[in-house]
């Protein structure tokens, strides 16, 4: 118990520091005013969220992107206000999701130095570091990917679900990754010599975190036709 503690408190400590890191890189952003992307459609789309309440219809706002992200920060900007400063915020602590987890995919496969190796080569990526500070997609899509990757690689089950399911809820097109991975599962399983229907029973638990994005397809072509 007590070394399940140490643990843990390490961890969050990592968390932190990899945080503070990415804010101390991106201090002067916390007051730049929204460019591109986060002015053109993600802050606008946050904005209605919070003003107007969920809007299921694909086609407004979020230029056809789920609406995920959008009712998070629109959720915070109803909490605490439309503050610049917030939305950079936000990002820099899917940043530091970014970078913890992919950290934790390392040492998980091979070993602390392998996974040091990796977030500094992710951090210091350039259009990873040129956004890690700004209200782009492309972050939440990152962080969101290396945690539902990682949660498949040591079967968290509950985090693969709400990982995955807030992944294909921020961007479709990482449908991909849900596809693969129950593809993957489900070869991996045979390979075992598990029988064809449990090996498919087991592998297709990947794939409910399509489930959501799929109701909300449905309800988007029903209300636009």
């Known amino acids: 118990m007590e070394k399940a503690k140490l643990l843990l408190i390490g961890n969050i400590s990592l968390f932190f520091l990899i945080f503070f890191v990415i804010l101390s890189f991106n201090y002067q952003n916390l007051s730049l005013p929204y460019v591109w992307d986060d002015a053109n459609y993600v802050i606008p789309t946050a904005i209605d969220f919070e003003k107007e ?3 299921a219809d694909l086609t407004e706002g979020g230029i056809g992107h789920p609406p995920f992200f959008f009712i998070l920060l629109g959720s915070l900007f109803a909490l605490f206000g439309e503050l610049l400063v917030l939305s950079h915020l936000i990002i820099i602590f899917f940043s530091a999701v970014a970078l913890y987890f992919t950290y934790k995919i390392g040492l998980t496969l091979f070993n602390p130095r392998v996974g040091i190796f990796s977030a500094l080569l992710l951090f210091f990526y350039p259009v990873f570091f040129a956004h890690s500070g700004l209200v782009f997609l492309s972050i ?73 994005l799929l109701d909300l397809l449905v309800y988007n072509k029903i209300i636009s036709g």
Do not use: M
Not at 151 to 166: E, P
Not at 181 to 186: A, D, G, K, M, R
């Open 53 to 55: 309440g969920f809007k």
């Open 140 to 212: 939440p899509i990152t962080a969101l990917f290396v945690v539902t990757v990682y949660a498949w690689i040591k079967q968290y089950k509950i985090l693969y679900l709400f990982a995955g399911t807030f992944l294909v809820l921020t961007n479709v097109l990482e449908v991909g990754l849900v596809l693969i991975l129950f593809v993957y599962s489900f070869f991996e399983r045979l390979k075992k010599k598990e029988p064809v229907t449990r090996s498919l029973l087991s592998s297709i638990f990947y794939l409910l975190t399509l489930l959501p």
